[in-house]
């Protein structure tokens, strides 16, 4: 489906590394941004930087149903949306067995729950337009398990089954439900030992900026998916079709992983 054009955005996660930099690729390209974020401060200075008159910024914690009506009410108040990205996401490298019970029920409201709830939220507005998108980003971990990502993967499988499920659900209607899939990103969102990992193991790193220009490419596409790096789109197939040889592969790997893994 092709891009709506002017878009009239909201995106969550705006301050992070991948959602700073989706913000102002589309900013020159959209009739407004509506930006979500938890700091309020960083919101602000982005919100200064894009253009005050046409970005606007709601401030809080997408799991809590008041922020996801305060958004809606937002960009109803703009005459509608008719691109939804949720972006906002959180993560935890750690070893399952005593990973706090508490961060991995956050780790599923944050990735999976909230989007999904304000995506329903968001839908009346969406169904009004001759054409709209949702688009969740998603990670390359949606499709493969690695180790000392348990919940983690688990929230974004979730959240491409979800994206999925809907798109057929919708598929008589103007929204379009798409899935965009990073592979491992230079940003804040990952700590200290999970950056030290992905060394060791020779894994790829992507700039946000590159992330970003990816998400352009497949926003103005029709494909409903997009997995980021050729050797990582080989290991999902791998995966799907052969998962006990990714099953070797990461047994290989445990002895780094385990060496970084908090426990």
Request: include cysteine; charge should be neutral; proline fraction near 6%.
């Amino acid at each position: 489906m092709p891009e709506p054009s002017p878009s009239r955005v909201v995106l969550t996660g705006a301050t992070g590394g991948i959602g700073r930099a989706i913000a102002r690729l589309l900013s020159p390209r959209s009739e407004w941004l509506l930006l979500a974020g938890r700091d309020r401060s960083e919101l602000e200075a982005l919100q200064q930087e894009l253009g005050a008159a046409r970005t606007h910024i709601v401030c809080g914690d997408l799991c809590t149903a008041s922020v996801r009506e305060e958004l809606c009410a937002a960009a109803r108040a703009q005459g509608g949306a008719n691109l939804l990205v949720n972006n906002a996401g959180c993560g935890d490298f750690h070893a399952f067995p005593t990973q706090p019970e508490e961060r991995i029920r956050q780790l599923l409201e944050t990735n999976l729950l909230a989007p999904m709830l304000l995506t329903r939220a968001m839908l009346p507005q969406l169904l009004e337009q001759p054409a709209a998108q949702v688009i969740s980003i998603g990670s390359i971990f949606g499709y493969i398990g690695f180790p000392g990502f348990a919940a983690y993967c688990a929230g974004k499988a979730g959240l491409r089954g979800f994206s999925q499920s809907l798109r057929r659900e919708l598929a008589d209607t103007g929204v379009a439900v798409r899935y965009f899939a990073p592979r491992a990103t230079r940003t804040p969102f990952n700590a200290d030992a999970v950056t030290a990992m992905n060394r060791e193991l020779g894994n790829a790193e992507d700039l946000p900026e590159e992330v970003a220009r990816a998400f352009l490419a497949f926003l103005a596409g029709s494909d409903w998916e997009r997995k980021l790096g050729a050797k990582e789109r080989f290991f999902v197939l791998l995966n799907q079709l052969f998962p006990s040889v990714p099953d070797t592969a990461i047994a290989g790997q445990l002895p780094i992983i385990r060496k970084h893994l908090p426990r």
